[in-house]
């Protein structure tokens, strides 16, 4: 199966920072990587599909980018309400597979 | 818009098989666009996707888990199911359902909000 590596495991920034989220795969995945939001007690949210899509209702804040093996989700302005661990994910072959996730924090 | 439920029992013991329905509601189960899979998140943990099945009842499992999960579907009731059997400590986590479809590039746009199971006895 394909592993996801991302980094850095937690990221510190303040309101209006912008913050760089890495998401490294073990072999090619095209573009078939997907980014989620995570808040505590609360189901996944689907922010990025494809690799730079925007899902529904996602603010432009919101960009990603990458191919083949390197991806970036970008948070252009950090809002306090992105507080979450967020998680990539690939579908690129069975069975799809997630990051272990990093870890947004607002100071 | 889609919404999901899942329901069970929140422990099990050791070496029994654990059980959860998801309902959707919103939309119907049986529509050809969308595919229902379980996923699953141990505490503190991340997320590993345990499989899916479609609306004709074609099923894919996660090679890791494939000896004892069951998916099923019935459409009927506008439900899909899950099945793991022979669980140990290790199955405990928040057990998600969810749907991908054409529209979210078949990415997991909708989700339920979790089910805690606990392997304990």
């Known amino acids: 199966e394909i592993v996801l590596t991302q980094s850095p495991a937690t990221l510190s920034l303040s309101p209006g920072e912008r913050a760089t989220l890495s998401c490294r795969a073990s072999?090619?995945?095209?573009?078939?990587v997907g980014w989620y939001q995570q808040k505590p007690g609360q189901a996944p949210r689907l922010l990025i599909f494809?690799?730079?899509y925007r899902a529904t209702g996602i603010p432009a804040r919101f960009s990603g980018s990458g191919s083949g093996t390197d991806f970036t989700l970008t948070i252009s302005s950090l809002e306090p309400e992105d507080s979450a661990v967020y998680y990539c994910?690939?579908?690129?072959?069975?069975?799809?597979?997630f990051g272990q996730g990093t870890k947004v924090e607002i100071k | 818009q889609v919404q999901l439920q899942e329901s069970g029992p929140g422990l099990v013991k050791p070496s029994e098989t654990l059980s959860l329905t998801c309902t959707v509601s919103?939309?119907?189960?049986?529509?050809?666009?969308?595919?229902w899979s379980w996923i699953r998140q141990p505490p503190g943990k991340g997320l590993e996707w345990i499989g899916y099945?479609?609306?004709?009842?074609?099923?894919t499992y996660n090679p890791s888990l494939k000896s004892r999960v069951t998916i099923s579907v019935d459409t009927s009731k506008r439900q899909f199911s899950l099945k793991l059997s022979s669980v140990t400590a290790a199955d405990t986590a928040v057990y998600y359902c969810?749907?991908?479809?054409?529209?979210?590039?078949?990415?997991?746009?909708?989700w339920g909000q979790g089910a805690l199971v606990t392997v304990s006895s």
């Open positions: 994910q690939h579908r690129s072959n069975w069975p799809p597979t």
């Open positions: 919103g939309d119907s189960v049986n529509t050809n666009t969308f595919y």
């Open positions: 072999q090619s995945v095209s573009s078939y």
């Open positions: 969810a749907s991908y479809s054409s529209s979210s590039g078949y990415y997991f746009d909708y």
């Open positions: 099945i479609s609306h004709s009842g074609s099923t």
């Open positions: 494809d690799a730079s």
